[in-house]
């Protein structure tokens, strides 16, 4: 079956205590891309990847790394969590750049709630 | 700099039919409107795609005048499983991913 993996789906941590969240899509998609989802925020891009080895900040990027060493994965990496990075996560991929003439619709995964205390 | 506009939330009843609009005053003009759906504790789902005029496939139908600068979602018959919260999604001139903040609906019986 097609689809994005997400783990952990729920993860609850502390302040400053180094996280990753995985990402694995099985459909050979170039573009990766990671987002938070706040109440009365909507969805915020944090960072994407048009293919491996190439990565870009969103809207958000500060605090996450990330890497794409291979294609099938997009790991998040919070290396100091704080409070302000609780949030409903999710990993999205697609064939191509969703955007302009290619437009390739985002497939996206079930999502991880973090909380950080 | 590109922006795209959504009601909050709309109700409506089973049988109706629903349309939600998008306004994007900016929309690259080779870009494609996208729309998804959101179900709880589930990540967004594409549900269609189009450019211009209109667009129909088996779950919704997209409406796009020829200035592409609103799209109207249309949800024909909807039933309570329709309840959701709905994006559209538009790139603006440099590439970048515009989503809307997303429509509530909420369908009674």
């Known amino acids: 079956e097609a689809q994005v993996t997400q783990n952990p789906r729920y993860l609850i941590t502390v302040t400053g205590k180094k996280l990753t969240v995985t990402c694995s899509q099985n459909?050979?998609?170039?573009?990766m891309s990671w987002y938070r989802q706040d109440p009365g925020l909507g969805l915020r891009q944090i960072y994407y990847?048009?293919?491996?080895?190439?990565?870009d900040k969103g809207d958000v990027p500060e605090g996450y790394k990330v890497s794409r060493k291979e294609k099938r994965n997009f790991p998040l990496i919070l290396e100091s969590p704080s409070p302000n990075q609780t949030s409903l996560y999710f990993c999205?991929?697609?064939?191509?750049?969703?955007?302009?003439?290619?437009?390739?619709?985002?497939?996206f995964g079930n999502g991880t709630r973090l909380t950080v205390t | 700099l590109a922006k795209t506009t959504q009601p909050i939330s709309m109700d409506s009843y089973e049988g109706q039919e629903v349309n939600i609009t998008c306004s994007h005053n900016?929309?690259?003009?080779?870009?494609?409107i996208t729309w998804y759906q959101q179900f709880p504790s589930q990540g967004p789902r594409f549900i269609i795609q189009?450019?211009?005029?209109?667009v129909t496939n088996e779950v919704a139908s997209l409406f796009i005048p020829a200035d592409r600068k609103s799209s109207t979602l249309s949800l024909p018959r909807v039933s309570l499983s329709d309840t959701a919260v709905y994006y559209c999604?538009?790139?603006?001139?440099?590439?970048?991913?515009?989503w809307g903040a997303g429509t509530k609906l909420i369908i009674k019986p």
């Open positions: 459909m050979n998609h170039e573009y």
């Open positions: 900016n929309i690259a003009t080779n870009d494609y």
């Open positions: 189009g450019y211009k005029t209109k």
């Open positions: 990847s048009m293919n491996v080895e190439v990565t």
């Open positions: 999205a991929s697609s064939l191509s750049v969703p955007t302009g003439t290619d437009n390739s619709p985002l497939h």
């Open positions: 999604l538009v790139g603006d001139s440099n590439y970048q991913l515009i």
